[in-house]
């Protein structure tokens, strides 16, 4: 019994550290666009036995899809819109660092965001998914990209309009559950040793 208990442990320890493995990891930060520039970013690591690869790429979308202007109750945000690139994207590949360019537009989708007619505050989860074709500027390789991650955006009411805030990123709940079962395997390891 014993011994089943400890190979249920390990087994439990090294999925969870494995996750770290051989993982991709993507982050998206997305903002108001007032305007005047950039308001989208995306970073993605992959971090694997043969590759490790850093993309970080910076961007924009267009002013009407989402702006610092408010939006009228009752209203529907969300949906497909262009992404345009700014001038210093990279990807970083087995540590030397490469330009990355771009030379059609990107693809991002923002699920659909219901906005209420009670005037009240209110935060929504989204997800957001982009798409776009780089090309790694000193060797001419293409490279897609794809990414997707859940957030929160929390809008507030005055002056008879909602105004959106930040998106924030939350972390994937299959990975917390990993990393989490991991760290109480190691917990109860380390627990069972002090006591014999």
Known sequence: ????????????????????????NTMMFFT????????????????????????????G??????NTNGYAPGSILGGSTDVFFSDFNSVTINGTQHEL???????????????PTNGNSFTATVALDFMALGTIADTGQLLNISGSQVGKITFTFEDGAYFAGNFTPVPEPSALVLMGSGLIGILGLARRRLRV
Request: with cysteine; net charge negative.
């Open 1 to 24: 019994m014993k011994r089943s208990l400890w190979a249920i442990l390990f087994c439990v320890v090294l999925l969870s550290s494995g996750m770290f493995a051989d993982s991709i």
């Open 32 to 59: 108001p666009n007032d305007g005047t520039g950039d308001n989208f970013a995306f970073r993605q690591s992959l971090n694997g036995t043969n590759l490790a690869m850093n993309i970080s790429i910076f961007g």
């Open 61 to 66: 979308t267009s002013y009407f899809f989402f």
């Open 101 to 115: 360019d771009f030379h059609s537009l990107g693809t991002l989708f923002m699920s659909s965001i219901f906005l």
